[in-house]
């Protein structure tokens, strides 16, 4: 889960509707599972559980984070409280053994209606690690199927004797109601396909062009939280840049330093670094 720094009110964004003002300033990005919100997106006040309609305003503005309808379907009604951790206030990316969540490629077989074979394929779990981390993939149901759509809602319950489905087509269904696992697991297998070239490249002049196509993939598939997993380990001064945030030493001077690259650093609004190896950078704002 990408960490985000909460930029102050700005009095532009009552003239906006509360979800477009949390998406300009922390990006189009859903706050939980890190889709990219490409139509539907709803502001959603972490401290009291509800989705927040109408004008954007400064009273509720301190809670406000930005969810996709799955995200939002299945946190609707429910007061975070206490033990959950949310992006905007909570250390929800980490390096190393002490992440607060990791990715896993897990076998998932969905039986059918129709007496065939299931189907099996791999999808990208996020793996929590203790209580509040739990409690964040249960409240927004990270792992979980969260139907919106009525209408495949009502095809995936059709009577079997009426309308069979094989365990693909159940599986087709529901992913094309919550593509949430099916595209984490896209990012994870195009992070580790990167993670596979870099290895190849030789040069400064390749390695910043790798940098700039990674930049354009991460920003256009979201999912900022698997790339930064699978690939700072690859080279984390490289990859940081890519991601949007200058590397952990801020300073233009030392060694390694890289410019983020503009698309990521724009498209990641407000992403925090302080997961980064010391010094802290300066938070990354628009
Ligand atoms: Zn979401």
Same mark, same amino acid.
């Given at each position: 889960?990408?960490?985000?720094?909460?930029?102050? =009110?700005?009095?532009?964004?009552?003239?906006?509707?509360?979800?477009?003002?949390?998406?300009?300033?922390? #990006?189009?990005?859903?706050?939980?599972?890190?889709?990219?919100?490409?139509?539907?997106?709803? *502001?959603?006040?972490?401290?009291?559980?509800?989705?927040?309609?109408?004008?954007?305003?400064?009273?509720?503005?301190?809670? /406000?984070?930005?969810?996709? &309808? !799955?995200?939002?379907r299945a946190a609707a009604g429910r007061a975070p409280g206490g033990t959950v951790l949310l992006p905007d206030r909570d250390?929800?990316?980490?390096?190393?053994?002490?992440?607060?969540?990791?990715?896993?490629?897990? %076998?998932?077989?969905?039986?059918?209606?129709? #007496?065939?074979?299931?189907?099996? %394929?791999?999808?990208?779990?996020?793996? &929590?690690?203790?209580?509040?981390?739990?409690?964040?993939?249960?409240? $927004?149901?990270?792992?979980?199927?969260?139907?919106?759509?009525?209408?495949?809602?009502?095809?995936? !319950?059709?009577?079997? *004797?009426?309308?069979?489905?094989?365990?693909? +087509?159940?599986? +087709?269904?529901?992913? /094309?109601?919550?593509?949430?696992?099916?595209?984490?697991?896209?990012?994870?297998? !195009?992070?580790?396909?990167?993670?596979?070239?870099?290895?190849? /490249?030789?040069?400064?002049a390749a390695l910043a062009s790798w940098a700039l196509l990674l930049a354009h993939a991460i920003s256009s598939r979201g999912? =900022?939280?698997?790339?930064?997993?699978?690939?700072?380990?690859?080279?984390?001064?490289?990859?940081?840049?890519?991601?949007?945030?200058?590397?952990?030493?801020?300073?233009?001077?030392?060694?390694?330093?890289?410019?983020?690259?503009?698309?990521?650093? !724009?498209? $990641?609004?407000?992403?925090? #670094?302080? =997961? /980064?190896?010391?010094?802290?950078?300066? %938070?990354? +704002?628009?």
């Amino acid at each position: 889960m990408r960490p985000v720094a909460r930029p102050p =009110w700005n009095p532009r964004w009552a003239a906006l509707s509360a979800s477009h003002a949390v998406a300009a300033a922390l #990006g189009e990005y859903c706050s939980a599972c890190e889709i990219p919100l490409l139509s539907k997106r709803i *502001a959603w006040n972490a401290s009291t559980g509800e989705a927040v309609t109408g004008r954007a305003r400064p009273a509720d503005w301190g809670d /406000l984070l930005v969810l996709c &309808p !799955h995200c939002a379907r299945a946190a609707a009604g429910r007061a975070p409280g206490g033990t959950v951790l949310l992006p905007d206030r909570d250390a929800t990316f980490a390096l190393g053994p002490g992440a607060p969540f990791s990715d896993e490629l897990r %076998t998932v077989e969905v039986a059918g209606t129709d #007496g065939g074979e299931p189907d099996v %394929t791999e999808r990208v779990f996020v793996v &929590p690690n203790g209580d509040a981390a739990a409690g964040t993939v249960q409240l $927004f149901g990270l792992n979980t199927a969260q139907q919106v759509d009525s209408r495949l809602r009502l095809a995936l !319950h059709a009577d079997p *004797a009426e309308m069979p489905l094989s365990g693909e +087509q159940r599986r +087709q269904l529901t992913e /094309l109601d919550d593509p949430r696992l099916m595209l984490r697991t896209a990012a994870w297998e !195009h992070a580790k396909d990167a993670a596979v070239a870099y290895r190849q /490249l030789t040069g400064d002049a390749a390695l910043a062009s790798w940098a700039l196509l990674l930049a354009h993939a991460i920003s256009s598939r979201g999912f =900022w939280s698997v790339w930064a997993a699978v690939l700072t380990e690859v080279d984390l001064p490289l990859v940081t840049s890519a991601l949007g945030l200058p590397p952990g030493s801020a300073d233009p001077k030392a060694p390694g330093y890289r410019l983020p690259v503009a698309v990521a650093a !724009h498209a $990641f609004k407000a992403t925090r #670094g302080d =997961w /980064l190896p010391s010094p802290s950078p300066t %938070t990354e +704002q628009d």
